[in-house]
T-cell receptor
Framework: DAGVIQSPRHEVTEMGQEVTLRCKPISGHNSLFWYRQTMMRGLELLIYFNNNVPIDDSGMPEDRFSAKMPNASFSTLKIQPSEPRDSAVYFC????????????FGEGSRLTVL | SQQGEEDPQALSIQEGENATMNCSYKTSINNLQWYRQNSGRGLVHLILIRSNEREKHSGRLRVTLDTSKKSSSLLITASRAADTASYFCAPHAGKSTFGDGTTLTVKP
């Protein structure tokens, strides 16, 4: 099992540019979560999907952020336009289901917005 | 929010000693989980304890849960330098949210 796969691992971009982060969950998992981690705010839940449907996006900071899950094996988190305060490590995690809860995390995408 | 709050924020011990970390939360839960994060890596699941369980063991890990006090503890026995990491609790009820964690340093 390859685990949760995230790309890119590192991204450096300039303010105003569009950023797309990608995630491939573990096969057979039906819940997918996007988290953001910073020193100031810790680990924040941005959005999660169950069976490809967004269930709770209350953690998405603002309209510049959007997330999609077009199928069970792929999700994207997009920031447009990006700002320096978006600099963080973005983690994707998947689980068998909401009731199970055990999360399997990817290695994260470190985003730096200059 | 069922976000867990870990205590202490930081803990430094000698190799071989035991490390105890505590977690408090505010709402009813289905289960509570503990995770470890090594520097620069993703979180790794350590152990899950269900709301109807009071204690659970896994290797050198011992977790307790007191739902009446809405608290949990994680004990790592005979610590090793490799246990140096941040530890997070995640009270779970549909989704998992995390506190700031406890940073554990185990000195060789």
């Amino acid at each position: 099992d390859a685990g949760v796969i995230q790309s890119p691992r590192h991204e450096v971009t300039e303010m105003g540019q569009e950023v797309t982060l990608r995630c491939k969950p573990i096969s057979g998992h039906n819940s997918l979560f996007w988290y953001r981690q910073t020193m100031m705010r810790g680990l924040e839940l941005l959005i999660y999907f169950n069976n490809n449907v967004p269930i709770d996006d209350s953690g998405m900071p603002e309209d510049r952020f959007s997330a999609k899950m077009p199928n069970a094996s792929f999700s994207t988190l997009k920031i447009q336009p990006s700002e320096p305060r978006d600099s963080a490590v973005y983690f994707c995690a998947s689980s068998l289901g909401e009731s199970t809860g055990e999360l399997f995390f990817g290695e994260g995408s470190r985003l730096t917005v200059l | 929010s069922q976000q867990g709050e870990e205590d202490p924020q930081a803990l430094s011990i000698q190799e071989g000693e035991n490390a105890t970390m505590n977690c408090s939360y505010k709402t009813s839960i289905n289960n509570l989980q503990w995770y470890r994060q090594n520097s620069g890596r993703g979180l790794v699941h350590l152990i899950l304890i269900r709301s109807n369980e009071r204690e659970k063991h896994s290797g050198r890990l011992r977790v307790t849960l007191d739902t009446s006090k809405k608290s949990s503890s994680l004990l790592i026995t005979a610590s090793r330098a490799a246990d140096t990491a941040s530890y997070f609790c995640a009270p779970h009820a549909g989704k998992s949210t995390f506190g700031d964690g406890t940073t554990l340093t185990v000195k060789p």
